[in-house]
């Protein structure tokens, strides 16, 4: 009798396997969910091609991150152990996808501003991290392009655009608003540089987002406009 009632009563081992199929199934497309939509940040919108050798995009910051103008602040904010993990991870995703490339990006600043001195430094902080660092890979100056109301520019080469799109895609969570592409020859075939030119603002976490008016026309920290009036840029070597 007692082992009746044992087999009566004890589930077996396939029962237990048909409600662990189920159960898996379940958690294993919630965890392609999770990964899909932490895996793929938004590519850059095209807004213009003002001419053959440029484009302007708008880089958008993550739904969930979104700013009302209220929420955003004037002085530097340091980007939080959140969102560092998170764009470490898109950087570092970026670059084992290009490996064999072996993409390098620099980032540099336009004078007067100590902000937009900060974000450059985060900037290289990230590429650094995620093994990215490189040089420009180019002239030490080289002539701004006619289209500099931009407040963010990023030069590389013609066959690098798909390249340079990811890359920025990368940065999203980061930094948003319009950026200019800049396609120049000069530069090396595996090197991206960010230059940042308008006036950044941050939100609590400390990502940052570039007003709506252009560069041209915002007055930076400290007094001075928000684009340098010299018409060059000068890379680190």
């Not at 979104?66 to 998170?86: E, V």
């Not at 931009?150 to 799109?165: G, H």
Request: proline residues 10%; charged residues 20%; neutral net charge.
């Amino acid at each position: 009798m007692p082992v009746f009632r044992s087999k009566m009563y004890s589930p077996t081992y396939s029962n237990i396997a048909w409600w662990l199929v189920p159960l898996a199934v379940a958690i294993g497309l919630a965890l392609l969910c999770f990964c899909n939509a932490d895996k793929s940040p938004a590519k850059p919108v095209v807004l213009a091609r003002p001419s053959p050798d440029t484009e302007l995009v708008a880089l958008a910051p993550p739904p969930l991150a979104a700013a009302t103008t209220s929420d955003r602040y004037p002085d530097f904010i340091p980007p939080d152990g959140l969102l560092q993990q998170k764009v470490l991870e898109h950087l570092r995703r970026f670059q084992t996808e290009f490996r064999q490339m072996a993409p390098g990006a620099s980032v540099s600043s336009a004078r007067g501003s100590k902000n937009r001195e900060l974000v450059a430094h985060t900037l290289a902080d990230f590429f650094a991290s995620a093994d990215l660092a490189g040089s420009a890979g180019a002239p030490t100056t080289i002539p701004l392009p006619e289209t500099v109301a931009a407040d963010v520019l990023l030069y590389t080469r013609k066959e690098n655009r798909e390249i340079a799109l990811r890359f920025l895609a990368a940065i999203s969570p980061y930094l948003s608003g319009g950026i200019l592409l800049v396609f120049d020859q000069r530069f090396n075939l595996d090197r991206l540089h960010l230059m940042i030119r308008g006036t950044p603002r941050f939100k609590a976490d400390g990502s940052v987002v570039f007003p709506a008016e252009p560069a041209g026309q915002a007055q930076a920290d400290g007094g001075e406009p928000g684009a340098s009036p010299a018409r060059s840029v000068e890379f680190p070597d």
